[in-house]
Every structure is written in structure tokens, then in C-alpha cells.
């Protein structure tokens, strides 16, 4: 086995790479950025190579950085994770131009599978399901209109060399074609540097589902079964789950013998995923294959009780599978939740800055938890803002869903936004419960995601108001955590009551505290409650709210005091910024960055005319573009940012004045 290996990437994919490396004894080497400096997967490491600055493209995108960090420490082979270079030929051809393993599959099977067009007619060929559609090399626009109009609307187009989203174009009727075309090669060529594209058939409420597939160099192939993808927002993966439910076992079979087959037509060796789109009967169409290790490979580690990253390691090495297909079983039913630090509500827009409070649950064989984040990191604009991924398991998929609503439920964020309650409000609609799955899912449950969310309970809000007030007391008395316990509360110059006022978003809550004997009176908009309460520690209090008692975890900071409750956090005393990506980005005479990121294109100059809502600039955060769109029909002053330039919430962009409407 290797003695020391190298991990191109960083945060909680490095720490997972650290993990089985050191389970098999292997000595590990991390690399890392200025922004990454005191990161955990640094710590982790044996040992950790100064790489570069922190955007990605000047340190874990930098090739002669990488490979001679592995030659300086001696590392025998590279883990290049997921994302940055993991599905790059360069690096791997680096690799082996310097006698470096890359762990991951040969470069003419990462060439093979790079470019859809290249793939999908490999595909065809070893007899693996496409769904309709042209993907030749004629980029006429004109054949290619005539090969959309043949296949019949709706079509999509699609990036040959595309991913995450970006590059693909849904066109519903003929006479929209030309136009849409010419969009989605514009934004294929800006941004994978090919504008080549593929049409096919849309498939109408897909399903997402993909396949574990491994491979040896010794000619032996598995699945490890498949997984569904289809809860997605902007075609990035919300919520993954194996196996896939609702499914005949028959089309199973067909989908999981088509990724093989897939995987042997370009001797692949090592971790690969097969995705495939599927109608609703099951019915599956190859889409593409990713040469690497997936960010969702946890549920399947769970259902299979194999160590994706220690296969991995083996067979890069040389070694054959440890396993054939016939000693592979599935074993209950496993969910993922990617937890962000984003705001839903507010069009899923990044949350930057500090975490000032985490608190992940309790893992056991039931939960995992895979994060490279501990509290007091900051998430910045630089990277991906994942917090960490959660995994339950459970006998049956009912019983997956309830270890995930618990332990949504004690997971804590503090500091910034995040999908959290989000996250819970997916897995309790009606479409996920039923596994009534499809790729249009968060659209179709908008009401229940986004608009039908409950009125704060009356007793929560008192719980809060006294744990405020425990708060302040124990203040006074640090080793008081129990008011009861403090007899200065009994003294004659002691008020008998306290007004607690409370304000959430632009509410405010005013509850009036009582003392009478060994509890309070709670009065709250004219109603009483019986309660009282203690602080079992720095996060957590204890009531008795009308004879029924209860915990609530909890975090204050100069901000305010956060309450959770199941999966729900409430920043009461903390002023959220209104913003929304489709407000106007600032007001009469400028327009401000409505948060940090990093200018990609500046469209205007100055003394430029524009008309409402066209684009002046865009802006990039979190692999999320925002457009910076004129609020009215004006002249541009100054453009104060070039493209590339990094901006803070608030910057202003340009100076703009507002062209005066001519009276009648």
C-alpha cells in the first residue's frame, strides 16, 4: 500500500480522504491557500504545502503547484477529490509525467468522458439507453434547428463540454431555437472555453438518478447500486438518497447493468458515477459520467458498509476490487442533506462570514456527519459554501426520514444563514414523503417551501423571554444557573416582574414575567402562561411550560439570542438585511453590491444610455452569478470596478443618473 499520498483539495472532502488514509495507515499530505491557512483539513494532515492565494484559480487550480508540492514531501500519489482538477486530463497526465499515481480513472477514460457529445456517441455504441436527440459535430446553426425541429418541443440544448447547469437552454417552441442557441453557445464558450453543443429531447418531470460504478485494472467491474439526485435547485443537488425508491426492480436492473457497461467501454478503473435522466415509468437515458468520487457517495457507503475511499486507495495501487458483485448487498435506506450557508428565502443567495455557534448532531451508526467547518470558521466568497453534509440511516426509508427530521432538529448554525429549516421542510412535504420525486420538485412545492411557513408558537416566544432573562441573571451570578436557586431574586428590593421585549426581523414580541413562588406568570397578548425554567448550560435551557416541559438549544452573542427548534433557528434581537436577487440592487444615483463576490463581466462604460433592466454588471459568489440590472432608464456616470475585482456587501458599482421622463 502507498506510503504517503497528497489530497488536491481542501475541507470536508480533504478530511474525508484523511480519514481512510489514515485507517490504512498512510501518511497524508494537504495543500492549501491564504483563506485556508488554519483550516481543519490542514490539521488533520501529517503534513501541508503552502500552494497559493485564495482564489481557487491562483492555488488549488495551479498544476506545477501541486505536483511539486508531492514531489518535495515525497508523496507517491495524488487524491485529487471532487471538483477543482479531479476530472482534469492535464493534472492527471502531470501525474504521470512524473511518476505521481493519480487516484482516479486513465486519462483517455477522463478525455472520453468530458466532452457529452464525445460520451454519449461511445455510449451508443456499447448499446447504452440515450435519450433522443443529435449529438454529432455539425454546429450549423440552421441543421442544428432542423435536428431540434425533427426530435420535437420541447428540446434542450446543452453545453458539450457543460456542467452545474451552466450552458443548457430549454427551448419550447421552433421559433425560439436561433435565439437560444446563440445564448447557450455564448455562455459555453465564456465559460468552459468550447461552444460546441448537443440538442435532446427534454424530458418532461424527470427523475435524476446515478449509478456507483467501480472498475480494476484487472478487468473486474461492480455496481455499487444508485442513487437519486432529482431534488435540485439551479441544477445543483439538494438531497440525494439510495436506493432509489419507487423504482421496478426490472429498470433497476437495466439502469445498473447500463453503468457498467458504460464503465467497460472505456476501461475505467476506479470510483465512477453514471447519471442517468429517467421518466417516471423508470425508463432511463444515459446523461453523462462523472471520472470521480460524488459529493452525495456517503449514502451509498451507508446502505453497502464499504469504504468508497479506501476502494479507492486499493485499486490505484493495483490491487483487484475487494468485493464482487455477488458479495454486495444493499442494507436499508440512507439520505443525504447538503447543509449551506445560504438564505432560501431570499433567492438562496450566499451567507458570508463567521459561524459563531455550531453545534452538529450526535453521530452514531444511525448518523454522519462530513464537514471540514468547526465553529468559528468563516465561509468566504472564495469557495464553495457547503457547511457540512448530514447522513441517516435507517431500516426502511420511513425510517431514514425520521432519523433526518431529528437530526435536522440538532443541527445549530449561528453567525449566518443557512438552509437548515429549509432542509426540513423538504423532507416533510407531501412530494418527498411519498417519493413522488422529480427534478421540478422545490417548484412544484413552493407553497409548502417557501410561503406556508407557521407563526411563531405564543409558548415559544415566552420560553424565549425568560431564557433571556435567565441569561441576564446569571450574569449577575455566573454560578446561578436556576433562577430559583437565587435568593436575590426574593428580596424585597428585587422587582416581582420583568418586561422582556423581543424583536424578530421587524416584530417585536413584548412579554410580561411575573415571579409567584417557584415559577413566573407569562404574559403574552393577553394570555397567561405558567412556567419556569433553569439553564442546563451555555446552550441549552429547560422549561415547564403549563405542566409540559421541554429543552431549547440556544446561542447569544452580541447580536442577539438565537433559539432552534426543531430545525428551525429564530434570531430574535438580529435585523436581517432585506435583500433579494430580483430587488433592485440600490437606490437614486448608485447601485451597491448586494454581497461580496467577484465582478465577471462589466457590460457598460461611461456616458453609456441604458434602459430599465438591462444588465450593467455580473457578479459571482458561491459558483452563483447575479446580474447587477439598471433600476430605470439612465446615463452611466462611472463604472467603478473592473471585471475580476473583488467587491464587499454595500460597494458602490456605478454612479447612475436617472433619465427625467419628458412630460406630455
Not at 371 to 400: C, F, H
Request: charged content about 20%; overall charge negative.
Amino acid at each position: 500500500m502507498f506510503e504517503k499520498i497528497l489530497i488536491a483539495n481542501r475541507g470536508e472532502i480533504a478530511c474525508r480522504v484523511i480519514r481512510s488514509a489514515k485507517k490504512l495507515g498512510i501518511a497524508t499530505v494537504a495543500v492549501y491557500s491564504d483563506a485556508d491557512a488554519q483550516s481543519q483539513h490542514v490539521k488533520l494532515a501529517d503534513e501541508a504545502i503552502y500552494i497559493g492565494e485564495s482564489p481557487a484559480a491562483q492555488s488549488y487550480l495551479k498544476i506545477d503547484r501541486i505536483i511539486q508540492a508531492a514531489i518535495t514531501t515525497g508523496a507517491q500519489a495524488i487524491h485529487p477529490g471532487y471538483g477543482f482538477l479531479s476530472e482534469n486530463d492535464q493534472f492527471a497526465e502531470a501525474c504521470q509525467a512524473n511518476n505521481i499515481i493519480f487516484i482516479g480513472p486513465p486519462v483517455a477514460a477522463i478525455l472520453a468522458m468530458g466532452l457529452k457529445a464525445t460520451s454519449k456517441a461511445l455510449m451508443e455504441k456499447a448499446g447504452v439507453p440515450l435519450t433522443p436527440g443529435y449529438h454529432g459535430h455539425n454546429q450549423d446553426a440552421e441543421f442544428l434547428k432542423q435536428q431540434a425541429d425533427a426530435i420535437g418541443y420541447p428540446v434542450l440544448i446543452k453545453a458539450s463540454a457543460g456542467g452545474g447547469g451552466k450552458g443548457m437552454r430549454l427551448v419550447e417552441r421552433s421559433e425560439d431555437f436561433l435565439s437560444s442557441l446563440s445564448s447557450c453557445k455564448s455562455e459555453a464558450k465564456s465559460s468552459f472555453g468550447n461552444d460546441e453543443v448537443l440538442i435532446e429531447r427534454y424530458v418532461i418531470n424527470p427523475r435524476h438518478i446515478e449509478v456507483q460504478v467501480f472498475g480494476d485494472s484487472h478487468g473486474n467491474y461492480v455496481h455499487l447500486f444508485e442513487r437519486d439526485c432529482s431534488v435540485q435547485r439551479r441544477h445543483q443537488k439538494v438531497l440525494e438518497e439510495a436506493p432509489a425508491p419507487l423504482v421496478s426492480q426490472d429498470k433497476l436492473d437495466a439502469m445498473r447493468q447500463a453503468a457498467i457497461d458504460a464503465a467497460r467501454a472505456v476501461d475505467y478503473v476506479g470510483a465512477g458515477t453514471v447519471e442517468f435522466i429517467v421518466e417516471q415509468d423508470g425508463t432511463a437515458y444515459f446523461m453523462e459520467m462523472n471520472t470521480r468520487l460524488q459529493v452525495e457517495h456517503p449514502v451509498t457507503e451507508m446502505i453497502t458498509d464499504v469504504d468508497l475511499v479506501e476502494w479507492q486507495l486499493r485499486v490505484a495501487f493495483g490491487e483487484p476490487l475487494p468485493k464482487q458483485q455477488h458479495q454486495l448487498n444493499i442494507h436499508g435506506h440512507a439520505i443525504e442533506a447538503r447543509v449551506y450557508a445560504e438564505e432560501p428565502e431570499k433567492g438562496f443567495i450566499p451567507a458570508i462570514g463567521q459561524i459563531s455557534y455550531l453545534h452538529y448532531p450526535e453521530q452514531n451508526r444511525h448518523v454522519r456527519v462530513d464537514s471540514g467547518i468547526v465553529q468559528g470558521d468563516e465561509i468566504s466568497t472564495y469557495y464553495d459554501p457547503m457547511i457540512a453534509k448530514l447522513i441517516v440511516w435507517g431500516e426502511n426509508r420511513e425510517a431514514a426520514l425520521l432519523q433526518m427530521h431529528h437530526a435536522l432538529g440538532q443541527f445549530h448554525v449561528d453567525g449566518l444563514g443557512n438552509n437548515i429549516a429549509f432542509l426540513d421542510r423538504i423532507i416533510r412535504c407531501d412530494s418527498f414523503k411519498t417519493a413522488k420525486l422529480d427534478t421540478n420538485l422545490i417548484q412544484r412545492e413552493d407553497e409548502f417551501l417557501f410561503k406556508n411557513i407557521p407563526l411563531l408558537a405564543p409558548e415559544l416566544v415566552v420560553a424565549t423571554a425568560l431564557t433571556e432573562l435567565l441569561l441576564r441573571l446569571s450574569k449577575n451570578k455566573p454560578a446561578t444557573n436556576s433562577v430559583w436557586q437565587s435568593e436575590t431574586l426574593w428580596r424585597v428590593n428585587i422587582r416581582p416582574s420583568y418586561n422582556i421585549s423581543l424583536k424578530l426581523n421587524e416584530t417585536i414580541f413584548q412579554v410580561n414575567l411575573i415571579a409567584e413562588k417557584k415559577e413566573f406568570i407569562a404574559d403574552y397578548q393577553g394570555e397567561k402562561f405558567h412556567i419556569a425554567g433553569e439553564l442546563l448550560n451555555n446552550h441549552t435551557a429547560h422549561f415547564n411550560i403549563n405542566g409540559k416541559q421541554e429543552k431549547i438549544a440556544f446561542n447569544q452573542n452580541v447580536q442577539g439570542l438565537t433559539i432552534f427548534k426543531n430545525g428551525q433557528s429564530h434570531k430574535f434581537g438580529y435585523i436581517q438585511q432585506n435583500f433579494s436577487a430580483e430587488d433592485e440592487q440600490g437606490t437614486e444615483g448608485n447601485l451597491k453590491a448586494p454581497m461580496p463576490g467577484v465582478i465577471t463581466q462589466v457590460l457598460v462604460a461611461s456616458n453609456d444610455h441604458v434602459k430599465k433592466g438591462d444588465v450593467l454588471m455580473t457578479l459571482e459568489a458561491m459558483k452563483m452569478e447575479y446580474s447587477i440590472r439598471a433600476p430605470h432608464d439612465g446615463i452611466i456616470l462611472t463604472s467603478y470596478f473592473e471585471a475580476g475585482d473583488q467587491v464587499k456587501v454595500g460597494d458602490e458599482l456605478v454612479e447612475f443618473q436617472i433619465i427625467a421622463e419628458e412630460s406630455a
